[in-house]
Nanobody
Framework: QVQLVESGGGLVQAGGSLRLSCAAS????????MAWFRQAPGKEREFVAA????????YYADSVKGRFTISKDNAKNTMSLQMISLKTENTAVYSC??????????????????????WGQGTQVTVCS
């Protein structure tokens, strides 16, 4: 059973940067497609970024394109989210998620995660003005 642990959250000023990490244990990391989601207070959880199991193909929410970069290191069992030019509206709890996907699924499948998938506990990111 895969377990995920996020780290790297914290308090940063608007315009600053943070790098989140998601460490995996159990299972076979290289089989996993993974993603980052976030949930701000009073709002629904939303998709941020996703990456295929190989680490070579990525997907982003329009709101973070050009500022966030997702990456996956199959040798280190770690996925990361580099965030630059942070905005106050990026304040949220960021969670990583993982699942196995069959080959040739629709690209939308890489953005869709639910309670049946593996989730980390989340890490708080607070961006202040």
């Amino acid at each position: 059973q895969v377990q995920l642990v996020e780290s790297g959250g914290g308090l940063v000023q608007a315009g600053g940067s943070l790098r989140l990490s998601c460490a995996a244990s159990g299972g076979t990391f290289s089989y996993l497609a993974m993603a980052w989601f976030r949930q701000a207070p009073g709002k629904e959880r939303e998709f941020v970024a996703a990456i295929r199991k190989s680490g070579y193909i990525t997907y982003y929410a329009d709101s973070v394109k050009g500022r966030f970069t997702i990456s996956k290191d199959n040798a280190k069992n770690t996925m990361s989210l580099q965030m630059i030019s942070l905005k106050t509206e990026n304040t949220a709890v960021y969670s990583c998620a993982a699942k196995e996907l069959k080959p040739a699924v629709a690209p939308s499948s890489y953005r869709d995660y639910n309670g049946d998938n593996v989730w980390g506990q989340g890490t708080q990111v607070t961006v202040c003005s």
